[in-house]
């Protein structure tokens, strides 16, 4: 299947990733998931443009309405989301502003626009600390939160455009994992362009794509991520759509931040046909250790009673392991997830209902799955007293 590059328009694309029915990850089953994406299984497809670098996966009439289902179901909010509803939440707010101030945003923008705002928790917390107008985009039927004063964040239902943000002149725009869903990236930059005034903030959070593609996380591919960014592909959309990028956070716990600033005049980036090659190659090394990795979840588990080996990390790498390992969907190993949101859940594409962490007490093997969280989640082994079973880890190298 032959597309066309979504960043510089060239037909000069190649897939070099590729496998059969994988799920379409969509968090917890629900009776409205299970009826709406009733072809939850897709042909799974990643493709790299020779002329410019850029990575990520053709769209078909199918994916685009199984995406629009999903965006805009009431249910399409992550596992875990910013606010105060519980540890986790709490803890990617604090990143997120953790995060800021390293990028040199130390104060509160007079006003701010959020892109994906979901409740708007951030924008609540952003007027607490002194901006003076908050105004959040968000496709999903998600009631929003309040804030300090007691009044309901100004949220606005749809997806980007200038006739439904309804204002510009901007300080600041952000948008935090929803980059990688976009369709048409050029068309959602040339957007936040206009809405912002000249000289204003762009922040862009996005996967990085770059570190778990060399690394070969399963997890890198989720239909919603149309694109893969890494660090010079995101930086190549940005200067295509006249943003000069200024700061960057590369960290293999976090995502890829970049904070740009509106200048008037758009640029090509110089050296196009290098990144192609270099992508081109990336691509085919990721396809080679995601075999490696399935290849050794097979060996680890060889011999072994399905109830003596747990897959830690409810996520998309799991679900897609799952289908791509060869009679995997047939096993009954145990998942586990420290996130209490997701325990007691059953999750698309995932054989068995989560259980918790102290269910390591009861099995021989457990395999770490997440990439970005391997190292955090080993931290809260290493503290956890009298474990006796082998761990191992995906991506120690």
């Given at each position: 299947?032959?597309s066309?590059?979504r960043?510089?328009?060239s037909?000069?694309?190649?897939v070099?990733f ?9 968090g917890p089953?629900?009776p409205y998931?299970?009826a ?6 897709l042909s799974?497809?990643?493709?790299v443009?020779?002329d410019?670098?850029?990575i ?5 009439g199918?994916?685009r309405?199984m995406l629009h289902d ?6 399409s909010m992550p596992g ?6 519980n540890?986790?939440?709490?803890a ?8 800021l101030?390293?990028l ?5 923008p007079?006003?701010?626009l ?13 007027l607490r600390?002194?901006?003076a107008r908050a105004v ?10 309040e804030?300090h004063q007691?009044k ?5 239902r749809?997806f ?6 309804g204002?510009t002149?901007?300080?600041?725009a952000y ?8 369709e ?5 930059l040339?957007v936040?362009?206009?809405l912002?005034k000249?000289?204003?903030?762009l922040?862009?959070?996005?996967p ?16 919603q991520h149309?694109?893969?960014f890494t ?8 200067l295509?759509?006249?943003f000069?990028p200024?700061a960057?956070?590369?960290d ?6 970049l ?5 008037e005049?758009a ?12 992508n081109?190659?990336?691509l085919?090394?990721?396809t080679?250790?995601?075999?490696a ?17 747990a897959?830690?990390?409810c ?6 392991i ?7 969907r ?9 996130d209490?949101?997701k325990?007691g859940?059953?999750?698309?594409g995932?054989?068995t209902?989560?259980?918790?962490p102290d269910?390591?007490q ?5 395999i770490?799955i997440p ?10 082994i290493?503290?956890?007293?009298n ?7 995906l991506?120690e190298?």
């Amino acid at each position: 299947m032959t597309s066309i590059c979504r960043l510089c328009g060239s037909s000069q694309t190649e897939v070099h990733f590729q496998r059969g029915k994988t799920y379409f990850w969509h968090g917890p089953r629900t009776p409205y998931f299970d009826a709406t994406l009733a072809k939850a299984n897709l042909s799974a497809q990643i493709y790299v443009c020779r002329d410019c670098g850029f990575i990520g996966l053709p769209v078909d009439g199918t994916l685009r309405d199984m995406l629009h289902d999903y965006y805009t179901s009431p249910l399409s909010m992550p596992g875990t989301t910013h606010g105060t509803n519980n540890k986790f939440a709490k803890a990617r707010t604090d990143e997120f502003f953790t995060a800021l101030a390293e990028l040199g945003q130390k104060e509160a923008p007079k006003k701010v626009l959020e892109v994906g705002c979901q409740q708007g928790f951030l924008l609540a917390e952003f007027l607490r600390r002194g901006a003076a107008r908050a105004v959040g985009v968000e496709p999903g039927d998600i009631p929003p939160t309040e804030d300090h004063q007691g009044k309901p964040i100004d949220v606005k239902r749809g997806f980007l455009s200038e006739e439904l943000v309804g204002e510009t002149g901007f300080d600041f725009a952000y948008s935090l994992q929803v980059f990688e869903h976009i369709e048409n990236p050029n068309q959602f930059l040339s957007v936040l362009h206009r809405l912002l005034k000249l000289g204003g903030k762009l922040l862009l959070a996005v996967p990085n794509e770059g570190l778990a593609l060399n690394a070969g996380n399963p997890g890198v591919f989720v239909y919603q991520h149309l694109n893969l960014f890494t660090e010079k592909t995101l930086e190549s959309a940005l200067l295509r759509n006249g943003f000069k990028p200024v700061a960057k956070i590369f960290d293999q716990e976090k995502p890829l931040y970049l904070i740009a600033e509106k200048i008037e005049a758009a640029t090509v980036p110089s050296s196009r046909q290098s990144l192609g090659d270099e992508n081109r190659e990336l691509l085919q090394r990721y396809t080679r250790r995601v075999d490696a990795k399935l290849e050794r979840i097979s060996e680890i588990a060889k011999g072994k009673p399905d109830t003596s080996v747990a897959l830690w990390g409810c996520n998309a790498a799991m679900a897609n392991i799952y289908s791509w390992g060869e009679g995997f969907r047939e096993r009954k190993w145990r998942v586990i997830d420290s996130d209490p949101s997701k325990i007691g859940v059953r999750f698309g594409g995932i054989p068995t209902v989560v259980e918790p962490p102290d269910v390591i007490q009861e099995v021989t093997d457990v395999i770490v799955i997440p990439y970005r969280a391997e190292a955090s989640i080993m931290r809260m082994i290493d503290a956890m007293p009298n474990v006796k079973a082998r761990f191992h880890r995906l991506y120690e190298d």
